[in-house]
């Protein structure tokens, strides 16, 4: 479960990232987080993950308060940064053994994770490899699977489609979907409304650092008397809140 | 020249590392940077000035050989560095994907990344050498009308050795298509870097013919073979000699027209060749180990304690990146260089001599300056590698790992001072056991060495891990980017020579005052340095992960 509750975040004193935004991911669901370019989604996860400090408002990850008790809320987290190019001089093996090690995953775990991870998104044969070597899609194979490793609880995903072929990005569809019904969370960014569409439970949608909307995608178009997702968003972006 | 100018802005812009722009960070920059003037910038140039001065006066006749002297020095370590910087510049640069598609021809993107490079890498030979000039303007004056040619000289000298270290680039690198992989182009800059270190130590090992008591005789008998062989190198600083000591016009008209020679191959070349030799490069490269080496070793994976994890990572990371490796690594294997040339010019020197004996048979003076030495040595060898005061930066745009992941903030720390008190102790001690052993140092005097050099290399890297938190360079598209131009490296010299500085204030005149025996003040060194150790570490702590949660 996440609960982000009237969270702001100012930098340098001038620009309000995040204005008082306030919503749930229960137990259970998959949470599409939707806004465009500059809306505040990364500054929300980088402070539900603890990269970030919330200025005002609360977040709390599972049991756990991530600025009170930030290592035992991290060990909940599954996260996918909006950066695949990380660590680079790694293998791929060591990058995701680095990560086993981090959250502690025993060996007898670790082995057949990794493996089964790894052949499902197609990078297996590609584990000896330093990441340099690596595309960019497979790059942001290696994130997710590095972010999974450990089978976290709650799963924050910024952009975790970008740069994934059509296979894996099926692949991880089903793992979060999967996540899910075992009755953990799922919170993701996407600007891709059909992903959102098929996906998620409820939607998330913030511009300039507020929130303009939490609920099911039915009750957005309802709302907006039956037009297109698309139609809904770029109106939505076009005028004030709702 | 439009275009060639917005590539230079462009370029100069994105290498550039970010000033804090208010607060306590602008004053702590604003402070560090005073004490980076006082403590490197200013004891460097009048420590050069005094030197050219003096010998120029020695001399006589206003013989330019002494200015000279030091030129040719300076260009021959910018070769040893400009290479690497060079190579990465116009080969491995993050922007290169984005330049390769536009209509630019190769010469303008070259002559931009040659401007960028030396702009961002001459500022500080440019002020040793300006201070080499005022040395000599000082010991025997310049014509008026020679001064502003002298001056615009002085400014160009950086040129011809970054021209030679681009076109041996261009020249190696149009060889690409044999390479291949990027991956080993790099590791062939450090074998490029290891040679040309050695081609410097032969050079200075030329200096063994001058007896520093007799240099100006050796010098007006131009029978010096390090001069020999550097004018045949460095033509231009021939020339830049030659202006100032006939006081000639048409000596400073040959200088320019070499420089432009220079400047014209390097071009010519880089318009034939550097497209072929970027284009060759292709991509990073893979590993054609069969599908059964992934296999075993997923099933051969080792389980670490997370903080063993952390560490194996931290010196992947240093040793595997070439230009880490090169600038954190690699580099201390420069001081050698360094203390052979000290040695062969000094080691037949009366001075030299005395000391040795002094040394020997308990001159409690001498033993203070090898104390001293020994601390100085460590200061600059630990701070100067970098190790520590790019902890941060390394991490770049990647930063948020070390704030998601469940490993405490003083884990995190703790590991990263440790990669640098590793690292730099390694080579520190090599230093000191040589001077041990060619002072024929007994044994409780050895144990002192290395133990109070040890406490310095703890306290060093501390502080240099501290700096990088306050506004580490997280903004980099390539490795050697996040080195180059970085202040917290310069600023944790500073800081050390400051520290190093006052610190051997307090013992000299604590032994000058009280005449206590030197074993005692031994004693007082190492209390010290524990003391100023565990308020380093407390301040790490609690100070830079303050700075780091606030990134």
């Known amino acids: 479960m996440i609960s982000f509750q009237h969270v702001s975040k100012t930098f340098d004193g001038k620009v309000k990232a995040v204005d008082d935004v306030s919503f749930t991911v229960n137990p259970g669901e998959i949470v599409g987080f939707i806004g465009p370019n500059g809306s505040g989604k990364t500054t929300s996860m980088k402070m539900m993950t603890g990269i970030l400090n919330p200025d005002e408002g609360s977040i709390q990850i599972g049991k756990y308060d991530i600025v009170k008790e930030p290592l035992k809320a991290k060990q909940e987290i599954g996260y996918i940064s909006d950066n695949p190019d990380q660590f680079l001089r790694l293998t791929g093996l060591e990058y995701l053994n680095l990560m086993a090690d981090i959250y502690g995953i025993a060996k007898e775990e670790r082995g057949g994770r990794i493996e089964r991870f790894a052949k499902e998104f197609g990078v297996y044969d590609v584990l000896h490899r330093q990441m340099a070597g690596y595309s960019h899609g497979m790059r942001q194979k290696m994130m997710v699977l590095g972010a999974l490793v450990h089978e976290p609880e709650v799963w924050i995903l910024d952009e975790p489609m970008t740069g994934l072929d059509p296979e894996s990005a099926f692949v991880l569809k089903q793992m979060m979907r999967e996540h899910a019904d075992k009755g953990y969370s799922v919170l993701f960014s996407t600007h891709v409304l059909e992903v959102a569409e098929k996906l998620c439970d409820r939607v998330v949608i913030i511009r300039y650092g507020k929130k303009l909307f939490e609920g099911t995608l039915e009750e957005l178009v309802s709302r907006y008397h039956n037009q297109s997702l698309e139609e809904i968003f770029l109106e939505m972006m076009n005028h004030e809140g709702i | ?551």
């Not at chain 2, 030679?164 to 060889?175: A, K, T």
């Not at chain 2, 130590?201 to 390090?226: C, H, N, P, W």
């Open chain 2, 1 to 551: 020249m439009k275009v060639y100018k917005q590539l230079v802005r462009t370029f100069t812009n994105s290498g550039e590392m970010e000033m804090p722009k208010s607060g306590k960070q602008k004053l702590f920059y604003a402070i560090m940077g005073i004490i980076a003037v006082c403590f490197i910038m200013v004891p460097c140039c009048l420590l050069v000035g005094y030197l050219s001065y003096g010998i120029t006066l020695a001399l006589g006749d206003g013989c330019a050989d002494g200015t000279l002297f030091i030129i040719h020095f300076i260009a021959l370590f910018s070769i040893v560095f400009g290479m690497n910087v060079i190579l990465n510049v116009f080969y491995f640069a993050g922007d290169i994907p984005y330049i390769l598609p536009l209509p630019i021809s190769p010469c303008k993107v070259v002559a931009a990344k040659f401007t960028t490079a030396y702009l961002s890498e001459s500022v500080m030979q440019i002020l040793i050498l300006i201070s080499a000039l005022v040395g000599y303007y000082f010991a025997t004056g310049i014509r008026w009308f020679l001064l502003p040619f002298a001056l615009i000289g002085t400014l160009t000298l950086p040129v011809a050795p970054l021209a030679y270290c681009g076109i041996m680039c261009v020249l190696v690198m149009s060889f690409t298509k044999l390479i291949r992989k990027k991956s080993h182009a790099r590791k062939l800059s450090i074998v490029i870097f290891l040679f040309l270190l050695i081609a410097a130590l032969y050079f200075v090992s030329l200096l063994r013919d001058i007896d520093m008591m007799q240099f100006t005789e050796q010098l007006k008998a131009g029978k010096s073979s390090f001069f020999y062989a550097m004018n045949i190198v460095f033509p231009t600083n021939y020339f830049f000699g030659q202006m100032l000591t006939r006081q000639s016009l048409m000596a400073f008209l040959w200088y320019v027209l070499v420089n432009a020679g220079f400047i014209g191959v390097f071009l010519l070349l880089a318009q034939k060749l550097y497209y072929r030799g970027v284009i060759g490069l292709g991509a990073e490269g893979g590993d054609k180990k069969p599908r059964t080496v992934a296999v075993n070793m997923v099933k051969a994976v080792k389980v670490n304690k997370p903080w063993v994890a952390y560490w194996k990572k931290e010196l992947k990371v240093l040793f595997r990146t070439p230009a880490f490796f090169l600038n954190c690594i690699a580099v201390n294997g420069l001081w050698p260089v360094l203390a052979y040339a000290i040695y062969v010019m000094q080691s037949d020197s009366a001075i030299f001599q005395w000391f040795y004996v002094s040394y020997r048979i308990g001159n409690e003076m001498a033993q203070w300056v090898v104390t001293l030495l020994v601390l100085g040595v460590t200061v600059l060898l630990t701070a100067a590698n970098s190790i520590a005061s790019s902890s941060i930066t390394r991490e770049g745009k990647q930063y948020g790992f070390m704030k998601y992941i469940p490993l405490p903030y003083e884990t995190q720390f703790h590991i990263k001072a440790m990669v640098s008190i590793l690292i730099s102790a390694v080579f520190v001690e090599i230093y000191v056991v040589i001077l041990c052993i060619a002072l024929k140092v007994s044994m409780p005097a050895a144990l002192f060495y290395i133990v109070v050099s040890l406490l310095e290399v703890v306290f060093i890297s501390y502080l240099g891990l501290y700096l990088d938190t306050v506004n580490p360079k997280l903004v980099w598209d390539d490795e050697l980017n996040a080195l180059r131009g970085n202040y917290n490296i310069f600023f944790n010299m500073a800081y050390a020579m400051l520290i190093a500085v006052i610190f051997a204030l307090v013992l000299a005149a604590l032994y000058f005052f009280t005449k206590m025996p030197l074993w005692i003040l031994d004693i007082i060194i190492i209390v010290l340095l524990l003391i100023a150790n565990k308020w380093m570490i407390a301040v790490c702590l609690k100070k830079g992960i303050k700075n780091l949660e606030e990134l």
